[in-house]
């Protein structure tokens, strides 16, 4: 059964930063790309990022370009998003969630998610 | 970035009875490889959101008989043939073709 835990989420100030982590387990991490969707409080998905299996090809969204990182470590099955300068409209639960290639925009399988509030 | 449109935006079913959601793409998402990248997926009520149907006809793994997927270019639907309780929920269609990908506003179904 693939299972996806995300943890790291928080309150946080503006301009902070923070480390969402998401474990991953049932399937060979390791062949499959891996992505980060939000949701705003009641609000629609938005796609914020991706990394190729292999970790050497990475995709952000616009409107986190330069302030996340998107990282994985296929020894650990585990899966990083590095968020910093952190605004008021990054609030959102952060879904971790599965690719269904080594590449590719394709998704399966989303973790329960982590909720990140930035206020001060 | 391509948009997504889904209508309608809410839809109200007796259990037993029929329901569509329509979802139309500002580009194609016919992909030269031959593959049309639409997704839907459901977020049921406090819950994550699960995939339905991938690659716009072809029903994900335990999904029932009852989703079925169709379209091509930049119209496509999903069709509930018989809704049942379990079904409410907001259902969203995604792109897959561009960069990045792109949902539709969702559209949320309860039951009467």
């Not at chain 2, 109200?12 to 580009?27: D, F, L, M, R, Y």
């Given at each position: 059964e693939v299972q996806l835990v995300e943890s790291g989420g928080g309150l946080v100030q503006p301009g902070g930063s923070l480390r969402l982590s998401c474990s991953a387990s049932g399937f060979t991490f390791s062949s499959y790309a891996m992505h980060w969707v939000r949701q705003a409080p009641g609000k629609g998905l938005e796609y914020v990022s991706a990394i190729s299996?292999?970790?050497?090809?990475?995709?952000?969204a616009d409107s986190v370009k330069g302030r996340f990182t998107?990282?994985?470590?296929?020894?650990k099955n585990t899966l990083y998003l590095q968020m910093s300068s952190l605004r008021a409209e990054d609030t959102a639960v952060y879904y971790c969630v599965k690719g269904v290639a080594a590449a590719g925009t394709g998704i399966d399988y989303w973790g329960q998610g982590t909720l990140v509030t930035v206020s001060s | 970035d391509i948009v997504m449109t889904q209508t309608p935006l809410s839809l109200?079913?007796?259990?037993?009875?029929?329901?569509?959601?329509?979802?139309?793409?500002?580009?194609s998402l016919l992909h030269s490889d031959g593959k049309t990248y639409l997704y839907w997926y459901l977020q049921k009520p406090g819950q994550s959101p699960q995939l339905?149907?991938?690659e716009v006809s072809s029903r994900f793994s335990g999904v029932p008989d009852r989703f079925s997927g169709s379209g091509s270019g930049t119209d496509f639907t999903l069709k509930i043939s018989r809704v049942e309780a379990e079904d409410v929920g907001v259902y969203y269609c995604m792109q897959g073709?561009?960069?990045?990908?792109?949902?539709?506003?969702?559209t949320k179904v309860e039951i009467k």
């Open positions: 299996s292999n970790g050497g090809s990475t995709y952000y998107i990282s994985r470590d296929n020894s | 109200s079913v007796t259990p037993g009875q029929p329901a569509s959601i329509s979802c139309k793409s500002s580009q339905l149907i991938y073709i561009h960069l990045p990908p792109t949902f539709g506003q969702g």
